[in-house]
């Protein structure tokens, strides 16, 4: 059954989801960048999402959403992939923050500041 015709399940998005590249561009234009990559504990996790009321900001760029607190029992892209899960279908515009790192929200996947796509949505 295609993607399209069936509710996601968080599981499946987490277990489907390839590494996520993350960037910052500084004011000089150099870019710094990160891969965050599933950990085996991560799988621990997969049947159950953080809450909404563990996270903090109003998805904006100036207020990302992220967690209150680290979430050290999961990985980034564990991190990554839930916050992008809960907000996925709230517009444009929307943004997440996991480790310092900020990453623009689409239906599909998270855009980098440095324009590069990684996309979440399962291939059908």
Known sequence: MPWFSRKLTFKEVLIAAPPIY???????????????KPRPQDREFMDRQYSHEFISGVGTKESPYQYISAATA??????VVDLW????????????????????VSPEGVTAEDGTFTKLLPES
């Open 85 to 104: 899960f809960k907000f996925r279908n709230e517009g444009d515009d929307v943004y997440i923050e996991v480790n310092d790192w900020i990453l623009q």
């Open 22 to 36: 993350a960037s910052a561009v500084d004011e000089h234009e150099n870019i710094e960048s990160v891969v965050f």
């Open 74 to 79: 999961v990985s980034p892209h564990y991190g």
